[in-house]
């Protein structure tokens, strides 16, 4: 079994920068890609962004150049860091970590960015 663990979320003026993170426990052998993906109200949940084990990174459009994700392999964890922020980056975000052959999602943490 394993276990995701979010952290970070909270409200942010526009502009402003906020830090995710997320700590994987349990069962683990090897994990391999990490994410970050996020749900607003009435929209459909969407990648932010991704990281490889190899650290290999992939970003929505609308975050690219404000949002970096990390990753620590030695203690399981990803992180986003948030720069810029902007009120349309309001969601609940979630981590994602895929553990071969299944895929495990974190509990979700609001982000409130106002204008």
């Known amino acids: 079994q394993v276990q995701l663990v979010e952290s970070g979320g909270g409200l942010v003026q526009a502009g402003g920068s906020l830090r995710l993170s997320c700590a994987a426990s349990?069962?683990?052998?090897?994990?391999?890609?990490m994410g970050w993906y996020r749900q607003a109200p009435g929209k459909q949940r969407e990648l932010v962004a991704i990281?490889?084990?190899?650290?290999?990174?992939n970003y929505a459009d609308s975050v690219k150049g404000r949002f970096t994700i990390s990753r620590d392999n030695a203690k399981n964890t990803v992180s986003l860091q948030m720069n810029s922020t902007k009120p349309e980056d309001t969601a609940v975000y979630y981590c994602?970590?895929?553990?071969?052959?299944?895929?495990?999602w974190g509990q979700g943490t609001q982000v409130t960015v106002s204008s």
């Open positions: 994602r970590v895929q553990i071969a052959p299944s895929i495990y």
């Open positions: 349990g069962s683990i052998f090897r994990i391999n890609n």
């Open positions: 990281i490889s084990s190899g650290g290999r990174t």
